[in-house]
């Protein structure tokens, strides 16, 4: 079955720990895309990548950063420097940047104490 | 102010009746998507709406996208508990001139209730 997967479903760290959030595809993609979902304020995008090797900042890129190193996966490191890291954190991807179908990964739960 | 609203915000609904929930752009809308999220899970893609009155079904839910293309409806009929969750509607927002690429933005959703 194609689809997405991200891992693990839960997550905690403590304050000042780099984390890394996995995220696959197997849809054959191009596009991929990391949001943030917080209670009441909808999803946010952190960074997103239209092609193997490049990615950019979205609205809410400060203390992330990403690698798309290949073509099925997009993993996303929260940093020291994010300010309230404990989050829902949801990857996605599309056939390509225009109006495609956007399909999403079960999320990662973060919690940083 | 919110650019991608939501109404209502929350909606509990009797077994077996219809509801309706509207997604409002304040600018055209190039690309809508719904989507149904269950707490603490992933976003589940429902349709996809791009051309002014087009409307789509998915087994009890319709969506259609008014002719203006600034707002889409959601429609489910005899709900289910299977229904409950909560919707989110998300709108293509462009990055260059031609809108080959874009971004979703989302709308802050709309919490489902259906008492059996």
């Known amino acids: 079955d194609g689809g997405i997967t991200q891992s693990p479903k839960y997550l905690f760290r403590k304050e000042g720990q780099n984390v890394t959030l996995s995220c696959e595809q197997n849809?054959?993609?191009?596009?991929m895309y990391w949001y943030r979902q917080d209670p009441g304020q909808g999803l946010r995008l952190i960074y997103y990548s239209q092609i193997v090797n490049d990615f950019q900042k979205g609205d809410i890129a400060e203390g992330y950063s990403v690698s798309r190193e290949k073509k099925e996966s997009f993993p996303l490191t929260v940093t020291s420097a994010q300010k309230n890291p404990t989050a829902f954190y949801l990857c996605?991807?599309?056939?390509?940047?225009?109006?495609?179908?956007?399909?999403f990964g079960p999320g990662t739960r973060l919690t940083v104490t | 102010s919110q650019e991608l609203e939501q109404s209502p915000q929350s909606l509990i609904v009797q077994e077996g009746k219809n509801l309706t929930i509207n997604c409002t752009s304040s600018k055209t809308l190039y690309g809508l998507y719904w989507y149904k999220q269950k707490y603490g899970e992933g976003l589940i893609f429902l349709m996809m709406?791009?051309?002014?009155?087009e409307e789509k079904s998915h087994e009890k839910i319709t969506a259609k996208l008014d002719e203006k293309k600034q707002q889409s409806s959601l429609h489910i009929t005899a709900s289910q508990p299977s229904h409950a969750g909560i919707y989110l509607c998300?709108?293509?927002?462009?990055?260059?001139?031609?809108?080959?690429?874009?971004?979703?933005?989302f709308g802050k959703g709309t919490k489902l209730s259906v008492k059996p």
């Open positions: 996605a991807s599309r056939l390509g940047t225009g109006v495609y179908e956007q399909y």
């Open positions: 849809l054959n993609h191009d596009a």
């Open positions: 998300g709108a293509y927002r462009t990055m260059n001139y031609g809108g080959s690429q874009g971004n979703l933005i």
């Open positions: 709406l791009q051309k002014g009155g």
